[in-house]
């Protein structure tokens, strides 16, 4: 039997020990939408919601504004953790959620550099205006600011140091920010400015350095979620764990602010 032969009869079996309950609540499991900063915070939450309860959601990480417009577009989603409340507030207007919904974090940025880079993270990115000004940075990743929050307050904090002019042509812009985060850590770019709760994750912290960006730099990223129209029992299940202890824990272990519980 060849080895390829072996592992198709391993993961077979291994199948058929799937209890079918669980087998069929994962096949009906809702879709949550949620902004790329929660990658790793969220994945942890959604598997102790399984491990306590039995029943499991399926996690689609974006960019906030991408995930807010396919929304609109009728996207199959129950419960939207958006990155930024402003996103949340529009769909409301129009109906498409189920009330206002609830503030769950406060985001931070970070500039970060790989290891080896040239530049050296520091809060106020004194170091970054001095390799601009020495014609030294040729490629700087962000979120593209367009559609993605984490884009948007790199852009006011690159604003409000005055290097906003100087970087633009140099910047390489993710889809969102994990993507940003990637490019960043690629060693082909001097550095980014990237969620907290990314560089945080031992995936990447191993990879760069990074320093917190003062929040006098930018607006705050005031993370909200919300149940959308026709969102069932599990979702519901889901957005009330989100909101217990054990999951309040999980988020501040990932570098997010809480609001009061």
Sequence with gaps: MTPTRRRLLLAAALACLVPPR????????????????????????AAAF??????????????????????????????FLAADESFVADLDTEGLTEDAGDLYALGRIVLIAPKGSALTP?????????????????????????????GLRAREALMARGLWDDIRPALVLGENVSQAAQFALSGDAAGGI?????????????????????????????QRMVLLKDAGEVARAFHAYLQGAEARTVMTRHGFELPEG
């Excluded at 609540?25 to 942890?44: C, G, I, K, R, W």
């Design 22 to 45: 669980l087998a069929a609540a994962q096949q009906t499991a809702p879709v949550v939408a949620a902004a790329s900063d929660l990658q790793f915070a969220l994945t942890e939450i």
């Design 50 to 79: 399984t491990r306590d309860t039995g029943q499991s959601v399926r996690l689609s990480f974006g960019s906030t504004g991408n995930f807010a417009r396919q929304i609109r577009a009728g996207a199959p989603f129950e419960l």
């Design 122 to 150: 520091d809060p106020r990115m004194d170091d970054l205006a001095r390799m601009l000004a020495e014609g030294r940075i040729t490629r700087f990743a962000i979120a593209n600011p367009d559609h993605a929050p984490y």
């Design 194 to 222: 990237i969620a907290l709760s990314l560089a945080l994750a031992p995936e990447l912290a191993e990879r760069g350095e990074f320093a917190l960006i003062p929040q006098d730099l930018h607006a705050p990223l005031r």
